[in-house]
């Protein structure tokens, strides 16, 4: 079956520094794979995908790369801000399936 | 426009009231979907609606109904709820198969 696997969290930076999230997937055929991000009080924002092995997603400075041979997906960031503090999903999908999210990982940036 | 709709923003009823939650998109997506989150959790999917059909329903109490007017609205209501119930409900849509945009949930409280 599917599943995702979310480093624990959480997790506390200086602001500048590097961020590095782990998600690890199971899943039968080729998913789309998804980071989610969640801002205290808020609903989940779409923050960047990848549809095939060794496709990139970016975005507002974050970074993952879909992985077949390591089953991961780890997201990324070079300077983390104050303003990333969130909590953030891993997620992945299987055609017109059901997505399966990790755990979360909650981020906290402090200044 | 990837905006999803949903209101109310916070909603407080009694274990006999009678509520409805609503969702609404218009980026023209044939599925939409209702999750249940509770604090420091990931979503968990509650009802697919597939082209105005209900295609999932994950097992959900009675006292939660949803409805799926045109492929624009999305509704759930809601009767007889329990203490437990108390979480922020969240709509999505996508294009089927596709990734899911969510909006900003309804955050319910039952007393």
């Known amino acids: 079956g599917n599943s995702v696997t979310q480093m624990e969290g959480p997790v506390t930076l200086s602001e500048e520094a590097f961020l590095t999230i782990n998600c690890t997937y199971t899943?039968?055929?080729?998913?789309?794979l998804f980071w989610y991000v969640q801002y205290p009080g808020e609903g989940l924002q779409l923050l960047l995908k990848?549809?095939?092995?060794?496709d990139k997603g970016s975005n507002k400075g974050f970074e993952a790369t879909y992985r077949k041979e390591t089953t991961s997906f780890h997201l990324e960031k070079g300077s983390v801000q104050v303003s990333d503090s969130a909590v953030y999903f891993c997620?992945?999908?299987?055609?017109?399936?059901?997505?399966?999210f990790g755990t979360g990982t909650r981020l906290t940036v402090i200044p | 426009d990837t905006e999803v709709t949903q209101t109310p923003k916070h909603l407080v009823m009694g274990m006999t009231n009678k509520k409805s939650l609503k969702c609404e998109q218009h980026?023209?997506?044939?599925?939409m979907y209702w999750y249940k989150q509770k604090a420091k959790k990931p979503p968990e999917l509650m009802f697919v609606?597939?082209?105005?059909?209900?295609?999932i329903n994950e097992s959900v109490p009675s006292r939660f109904s949803p409805e799926c007017p045109n492929s624009s609205l999305l509704n759930l209501h809601l009767h007889a709820l329990q203490p437990e119930d108390s979480a922020l409900y969240l709509c999505?849509?996508?294009?089927?198969?596709?990734?899911?945009?969510f909006g900003p949930g309804t955050r319910l409280t039952v007393t």
């Open positions: 999505a849509s996508s294009p089927p198969g596709r990734e899911q945009y």
């Open positions: 990848a549809t095939k092995a060794d």
């Open positions: 609606y597939s082209y105005e059909k209900l295609s």
């Open positions: 899943a039968t055929g080729y998913p789309s």
């Open positions: 980026m023209g997506h044939r599925a």
């Open positions: 997620a992945s999908q299987t055609g017109a399936n059901n997505l399966f």
